[in-house]
Structures are given as structure tokens and as C-alpha cells.
């Protein structure tokens, strides 16, 4: 398996704009997680879906975001409006079944708003 | 509600020495804690986890030690290298969650 995939490695856009991360899981993971990373505020969990069901999204910071997961090998983490205090590397992990599982991440998003 | 603190001193240390980083945690003792290696620019990638009831785990250079009376695990690496240079993570279950610490940066030095 080639890991957990995302795209794009890096997005610039303009405030207002619409973003869309996507992330591809590891084959037969069952526990998806969007995690935000920045300086200031470390890792941050967004919200995690398990068999592509929305678990707990009390980490999504606002209403402007929007995580989905149409099927078991694709998630998207949408931002609309984007805003510059948005930016940040965005990384999406995957793990098996259990709460004991090491998780795997992906190469992340680096966002930037300008 | 939980929280995980990380020393967010960077750690700076001469290569072949032991480097040991510290996770607090405030609340009670999770069931799990887990220790990621983050390197520049790439997702943190899993190195250790120790159970609530093992007091000590090790993979090669690495130990972990977890102590549910002092709410601390420590992670040591032995006979440190330049290559061991990181970004060293800890974190916790909540449920099917994991939450992290911010992490601690460790430089060796030659």
C-alpha cells in the first residue's frame, strides 16, 4: 500500500475562496481522522468518521468548515469561506480497528491564505 | 478536561548521549500513550506504545516509561545519533481519538 495519500502537498489561494483537501486512507482502515497543525496550537484534532460515519467533529473550529467521506478510500476537509488564520498543514491519518492502533499520516496539505 | 504538555524547549544534546523528553499529562491516566517522530514538511510517523499497566517498553535505542503516579511518560533514546534530530510527539486515546502534545525538538549534535 502506498500510505496515506493527500493532495494537494501545498494550496495558495486568495481569502473567500473555497479550499478542498482530499485524502486517500490506507486499504482497509476503519477509522479516518483531519488533524490541523500550527505553531501556536500543535496538532489539532478536526474530526474523525469511522466506516465513513462523521464520529465527533467537536474539533471543527468553525461552520465555514465541512468534513465528508463519500467511501471507505476517499475523505474531503472543505473551507468555504477561507480565511488567512486558516493556514496551516493540514494531515490526514488513518488507522485500523482498536483504540490501540498507531496511526498513519499522510504527507499533509500545507495551506496558506493570503 | 485532559491535557498533554510537552517541554516546548527544544532539547540540544551531544550525539551518543541518552536524550530523554517528557509528557505530562493532567487528568487521569489514559488506557494508552503513544510517541510519533515528526520530521520537517512530513506527517508524524508512530514509534512506541505503552500500555497503562506496563511500567517500561523498548524497540532498539528507544524506551519508553509510563508512570501513572507522577502522570508522566518519559522517552529515551540511547547512544543518541544527528539523525535521531526530531520532532518527538506524545499522545493519548480518548475513545477511538488521538490527541497529542505539541512536542518536543531535538537536536544532536556531532
Known amino acids: 500500500d502506498a500510505g496515506v495519500i493527500q493532495s494537494p502537498r501545498h494550496e495558495v489561494t486568495e481569502m473567500g475562496q473555497e479550499v478542498t483537501l482530499r485524502c486517500k486512507p490506507i486499504?482497509?482502515?476503519?477509522?479516518l481522522f483531519w488533524y490541523r497543525q500550527t505553531m501556536m496550537r500543535g496538532l489539532e484534532l478536526l474530526i474523525y468518521?469511522?466506516?465513513?460515519?462523521?464520529?465527533?467533529d467537536s474539533g471543527m473550529p468553525e461552520d465555514r468548515f465541512s468534513a465528508k467521506m463519500p467511501n471507505a478510500s476517499f475523505s474531503t476537509l472543505k473551507i468555504q469561506p477561507s480565511e488567512p488564520r486558516d493556514s496551516a498543514v493540514y494531515f490526514c491519518?488513518?488507522?485500523?480497528?482498536?483504540?490501540?492502533?498507531?496511526?498513519?499520516f499522510g504527507q499533509g496539505t500545507r495551506l496558506t491564505v493570503v | 478536561s485532559q491535557k498533554i504538555e510537552q517541554n516546548s524547549e527544544a532539547l540540544n544534546i551531544q550525539e551518543g548521549k541518552t536524550a530523554t523528553l517528557t509528557c505530562n499529562y493532567t487528568n487521569y491516566s489514559p488506557a494508552y500513550l503513544q510517541w510519533y517522530r515528526q520530521d520537517p514538511g512530513r506527517g508524524p510517523v508512530f514509534l512506541l506504545l505503552?500500555?497503562?499497566?506496563?511500567k517500561e517498553k523498548r524497540k532498539e535505542r528507544l524506551k519508553v516509561t509510563f508512570d501513572t503516579t507522577l502522570k508522566q511518560s518519559l522517552f529515551h533514546i540511547t547512544a543518541s545519533q544527528p539523525a535521531d534530530s526530531a520532532t518527538y510527539l506524545c499522545?493519548?486515546?480518548?475513545?477511538?481519538?488521538?490527541?497529542f502534545g505539541k512536542g518536543t525538538s531535538l537536536l544532536v549534535t556531532p
Open positions: 505503552i500500555r497503562e499497566n506496563e
Open positions: 468518521f469511522n466506516n465513513n460515519v462523521p464520529i465527533d
Open positions: 486499504s482497509g482502515h476503519d477509522y
Open positions: 499522545a493519548y486515546n480518548s475513545g477511538y481519538a488521538l490527541n
Open positions: 491519518a488513518s488507522t485500523g480497528w482498536g483504540a490501540n492502533t498507531e496511526a498513519f
